[in-house]
């Protein structure tokens, strides 16, 4: 089997992204990205990207300005047999050396990289997850993932609706409180109120820059019992992260924005966080995601996979779960919009008892809808 052609498609929402007062719900992102990887045995493994989607388009189909060196990623590809994806993730890295390697170059490689394991899944008629060599778990506990309300009231109905839905943990992020930080406590204390004590709570996206308010607020929610507390502080801040770490009690999450294993094993070297966030579709697909599973471990961590596209990524990071020894959440994002909650024709449900199933058919398990691609689909790039 060869790998015969490399495709990006670019897909655009009707939404614009963000959520008004009074929504029932956010919009995602204006745009998509979808990647589909093309055999000569007429295997297609499909991904979708957390990034720029006209960049990652152009990462993968800019003509050569360096041969081997700086090229367009469907080339490092093409012509290459599957299921030797380590040969293919390090040639994908060396055509991307004067793109820049860790930044978006890492994401458009991530995702061929994912839709490379659907066709190695699909091709042998198992799922991912067995193929990256052990499916530990058959379901994994989900999270609904949303945007902050702009008041306690808008917090507490937020919880009503999601415990509803059969969710039992939600993590409610950015919004208000990337404007104002100090807002976060008011908030998250209606939420404890109107969920009681069996319910999970997370917080995402204070990202200020200011240390000391961050432990002051940190410390503050910590007597609402907060799982974790996701991104207080910049990406960049590892200093600051390891000040925090150290001040607090409560869990500290960072690793959707990094790239890369190197990355990774700084962040948890100098900022020590105690979990580890990885977003499949831009730390370098689940082939270096795999590799950092165990860095993770050996440093005792947590690792949960950010995800907060289509049911294409969550599928991808449902695998991973299954892969961990002690996988603690999925991400579901609970976006309202078609390119969120359209783009498979077996949309990923969640059960009875607040858990995903992982996908039991070959590869990634889901499957693109392509009259959905079609109608959103921008024909001018």
Known sequence: MKITDVECIVLESPHVYGMKDGADDSHGPKYAAIVKVHTDEGITGIADCDSHPHIVHSIINAPSYIPAFSEGLRYAAIGENPFEIVKIWDKMYRYSFYQGRRGVALHAMSAIDIAIWDIIGKATGQPVSVMMGGRQHERIRA???????????????????YRELGFTAI?????????????????????RLEAG?????????????????????VKEIEQYGVFFVEEPLKSDNLQ??????????ARIACGEQ?????????????GDVDIIQPDISRAGG???VRRLVSVVEQAGKLLIPHAWTSDILT???????????NPTFQEFCTNDTPLSRELTLNPLKLEADGTLQVPTGPGLGVELNEEVVDRYKVSAL
Do not use: C
Not at 240 to 249: P, T
């Open 143 to 161: 999270y609904a993932s949303t945007l902050f309300r702009n008041t306690p009231s808008g917090m507490k109905e937020a919880v009503h609706k």
């Open 171 to 191: 993590k409610f992020g950015w919004g208000i409180v990337w404007d104002d930080p100090r807002s976060i406590v008011k908030l998250v204390e209606a939420a």
């Open 197 to 217: 004590g069996d319910m999970d709570i997370m917080v995402d996206g204070m990202w200020t820059s200011d240390v000391k308010l961050a432990v002051h607020l």
């Open 240 to 249: 600051g992260y390891g000040k925090l770490s150290r001040s607090v009690n």
């Open 258 to 270: 990094l790239a890369g294993l190197f990355e990774y094993e700084q962040l948890i070297r100098e």
């Open 286 to 288: 689940l082939t270096e």
């Open 315 to 325: 599928a991808a990071s449902l695998h991973l779960n299954a892969y961990q020894k």
